[in-house]
């Protein structure tokens, strides 16, 4: 059974930084692309970044590009987000999700998500 | 980026009816990587849909998908109970991937 459990979530001030973790366990992690996507309270999804299994391929929505920085241990079964600068509009839920195949591809597992609250 | 707009942003219907949700997208979505989420409060999203019409492990025949290019449609060809929820597309040929706004299918 595939299982992708966040965490590192938390109160942050402004400006700050988190690290968020996804522990990944049921399938064979470093075959698959991963992705973080993130859902503010009470709006839609916004994907965040994704990256292929080898680390090859990385990207970045724009409102993220510069601050945020996604990485994976492939001997760790573990996918990272590292979360510079924070704003209050960072203010989510953050989700771990499995891609369906290579980087160019579809979510087709997700956690149950990590919540990042950015306020002074 | 690719800007994808879903229609309409409320659809209220009954069990048993037809469903139609639009997606589209500000400019062409290659290779037909347009995907369908379903997602219910509280709950992670749930892949329906990828390759714009292909439907995922244990998706009943229900749903479908069709599209191409800057057009996309999912449809629910009878509704259950279970399928009120809200619904994304996401695009993810092209960096960086985007989500749409979402369509809430309620009951009327």
């Known amino acids: 059974e595939v299982q992708l459990v966040e965490s590192g979530g938390g109160l942050v001030q402004p400006g700050r930084s988190l690290r968020l973790s996804c522990a990944a366990s049921?399938?064979?992690?470093?075959?698959?692309?991963m992705h973080w996507v993130r859902q503010a309270p009470g709006k839609g999804l916004e994907w965040v970044s994704g990256?292929?299994?080898?680390?090859?391929?990385?990207g970045y929505a724009d409102s993220v590009k510069g601050r945020f920085t996604i990485s994976r241990d492939n001997a760790k079964n573990s996918l990272y987000l590292q979360m510079n600068s924070l704003r209050a509009e960072d203010t989510a839920l953050y989700y771990c999700?499995?891609?369906?195949?290579?980087?160019?591809?579809?979510?087709?597992?997700w956690g149950q998500g990590t919540l990042v609250t950015v306020s002074s | 980026e690719i800007v994808l707009t879903q229609s309409p942003g409320t659809l209220s219907l009954s069990p048993g009816e037809r469903a139609t949700l639009s997606c589209r997208a500000s400019q062409s979505v290659s290779s037909s990587y347009l995907a369908w989420y379903q997602q219910k409060p509280g709950q992670a999203p749930r892949l329906l849909i990828y390759?714009?019409?292909s439907r995922a492990t244990g998706i009943p025949d229900r749903f479908s998908g069709s599209g191409s290019g800057t057009d996309f449609t999912l449809t629910i060809s009878r509704l259950e109970p279970e399928d009120f929820a809200v619904y994304y597309c996401q695009q993810y040929g092209s960096s960086p991937n985007t989500f749409g706004g979402g369509t809430k299918v309620e009951i009327k």
């Open positions: 049921g399938f064979t992690f470093d075959d698959y692309a």
């Open positions: 999700a499995k891609g369906y195949g290579d980087y160019a591809a579809p979510a087709d597992y």
């Open positions: 990256i292929s299994w080898n680390s090859g391929s990385i």
């Open positions: 390759g714009a019409s």
